[in-house]
């Protein structure tokens, strides 16, 4: 089951029952302010290492707040998501690529410069904010970690050992992403790569093409945009590896 608190706060300071957690200001002008919650109320409170308790306010005020950690409802759950490296996109459209992508259970956020992308500032910040609210949200117990921007020559140059990268190719020289996970040389850790707006450049899919950790699968018959490949892949992907069968446990 799931935790069934619907106020719930990601701090990821340690977790342990019996002990005192702080709050940083934002988050106690959310639960005063915002929630009208004041000392003795209950919230949720998790991060990935400690899992999910059961808290009460002690005390919340401008500058911070006193949570005291009662009881655990949901332990530390184990393996991580995959990663989704994706070129930036204009503002509003990035922020609902990594609110839905953490919603789906993406692991790490990995924005990439390829030869296409439109130059555009990504706002870290900004985004590791808008990934919090998600997971809090969407009871999540961990949030994506989320990196900063870089170019995709370096991306693959530095690329760890033992994960594969999953290339979407929209020029459809790709296989089928089932056809994919179903390679049993396929290895459990991955990372789906998607293209900007007018997609990858044909000496970019040659260099990847040549990479022993690379995977290159199709988008399907149509074209979509490029936060709608980002999502569709992670689901896609989510399904077929068996995240949609896990239930909610607590």
Known sequence: MASGWKTRLYV????????EVAIDGAQSH???????LAAGATVAVFNPGDGEFLCRVVDLSRGGG???????????????GPWLAFAPLKRA??????????ELGAGALLPVWTERTQPERVNLERLRAVAVAAAEQSERLSVPEIRAPERLDRLVADWPAGRRLVVCDESGAGVPIAAALADSALPGSIALLIGPEGGFTETELDALGKLAFVTRIGLGPRVLRAETASLAALAVFQAVAGDWRRTRSG
């Open 66 to 80: 006193r949570l005291a950690v009662e009881r655990l409802l949901r332990p530390p759950e184990t393996g991580c």
């Open 30 to 36: 959310r639960l005063r302010t915002v929630l009208r």
């Open 12 to 19: 990821p300071a340690g977790l342990a029952a019996g002990s």
């Open 93 to 102: 459209r990035l922020d609902w690529l990594i609110e839905k992508a953490t």
